[in-house]
């Protein structure tokens, strides 16, 4: 069975602090890793997925198949980056994500 | 915008009171989605439609079941709530074409039992 770990439910940090939220997955096959975040009163949205490799608000994920871990890293957190960050993970080719726990991401002025 | 919508946003019932939830969506998405969201924990998928197709997971009580009219409308009956079953419900969409696709989430339900 799949299943998503995130060791922290809450993070805080003070702005332009490093930000790394912690993901760890466990399934045998190649898993697609997904992070999705929920800002204050909006509904949860993706917020990068790692095939894509991209950058977006600053943050970034590195799949890292040893470590069975995708992390979320920003280098300099910003106020407006406080939100639930929720990781998720599809595997063997099917649409349907399994979610952790969330860590919320607090970031002090 | 093409989004997919919870009605109502909170929802009081009573202990035993059936009580459903509904979902709607404009993404035209083969998929939808119902999750279970307690405080502190994963949201943890109850069941999902592929177009017409129900499919339970193995965990969801009896006492919850689903409904999907036609594509745009996905409805969550809980039968005779407990207190247990006080939860943020998730609906969500996705086009279910393999394991890359973005799912679209709603603003969800949060359910009281009183």
């Known amino acids: 069975a799949q299943r998503v770990t995130q060791p922290e439910k809450l993070l805080s940090v003070f702005k332009g602090a490093p930000v790394e939220l912690k993901c760890n997955y466990s399934y045998s096959g190649s898993p697609e890793l997904f992070w999705y975040v929920q800002y204050s009163r909006q509904r949860l949205q993706l917020l990068l997925r790692h095939i894509s490799r991209e950058s977006i608000k600053g943050f970034t994920a590195d799949l890292n198949k040893g470590e069975t871990s995708f992390h979320l890293k920003k280098p300099f957190a910003q106020e407006e980056d406080s939100a639930m960050y929720y990781c998720?993970?599809?595997?063997?080719?099917?649409?349907?994500?399994?979610f952790g726990r969330g860590t919320s991401l607090i970031v002090h002025p | 915008d093409a989004m997919v919508i919870q009605n109502p946003r909170y929802q009081v019932t009573q202990f035993g009171k059936p009580v459903t939830l509904s979902c709607s969506q404009t993404?035209?998405?083969?998929?939808m989605y119902w999750y279970q969201q307690k405080s502190s924990q994963a949201p943890k998928l109850l069941f999902h439609?592929?177009?017409?197709?129900?499919?339970n997971e193995a965990d969801t009580p009896d006492n919850f079941q689903s409904r999907r009219p036609n594509t745009s409308f996905c409805f969550l009956d809980i039968r005779s709530p407990g207190l247990g079953d006080a939860a943020m419900y998730l609906c969500a969409t996705s086009r279910g074409t393999g394991g890359l696709t973005e799912a679209f989430f709603g603003q969800g339900t949060r359910l009281t039992v009183v």
């Open positions: 993404l035209n998405h083969n998929v």
């Open positions: 439609y592929y177009d017409k197709d129900f499919n």
């Open positions: 998720a993970l599809t595997s063997g080719g099917s649409y349907i994500p399994t």
